[in-house]
């Protein structure tokens, strides 16, 4: 899915052990246009190293890798509470927003509702591709 709305908007960091193949770290990131002004938004996450492999720098070098041609375009970090403090002291983040998960079942009826009310929030940033490929997918749950 994620190829699939983003094409070439879409990366995906991998760090792993050399000799086993052994996956040990990942980072996303996925860039989003705006509908009425020439910026760029790139959203982070999947952002994760396995735990044995914490504390040896991993996860900064997979961040510092992933936005390292993003320096122009606004950053979005999905992420854990408990982390809020580090990214905020290592990354520069300074904005938690607050929201609550409610429940609503999609259908290709309601979705222009949710499109407009998505918008309503994002202000000119264009998650249309998104919202509709990610709400439509078989099995999908989705929250507002």
């Not at 899915?1 to 792993?16: C, D, E, I, S, T």
């Not at 499109?115 to 994002?122: A, C, E, P, T, V």
Request: charged letters at 25%; one cysteine or more.
């Amino acid at each position: 899915m994620w190829k699939r709305v983003f094409g070439r908007r879409f990366h995906m960091l991998v760090a792993y052990d050399e000799a086993s193949f052994y996956p040990i770290g990942c980072i996303c990131s996925a860039t989003y246009n705006h509908r009425r002004r020439n910026a760029k938004t790139t959203v982070l996450g999947l952002y994760y190293v396995r735990k044995e492999f914490r504390g040896k720098g991993i996860g900064n070098e997979l961040f510092r890798r992933i936005i390292s041609n993003k320096k122009d375009h606004n950053l979005y970090l999905n992420g854990m509470s408990y982390m809020v403090e580090k990214y905020r002291i290592h990354y520069d983040f300074v904005v938690m927003t607050p929201w609550r998960v409610v429940w609503y079942q999609v259908t290709m009826t309601n979705l222009p509702c949710l499109l407009d009310y998505d918008s309503g929030l994002q202000g000119d940033l264009d998650r249309t591709a998104y919202i509709q490929a990610f709400v439509m997918q078989p099995c999908a749950d989705s929250k507002v």
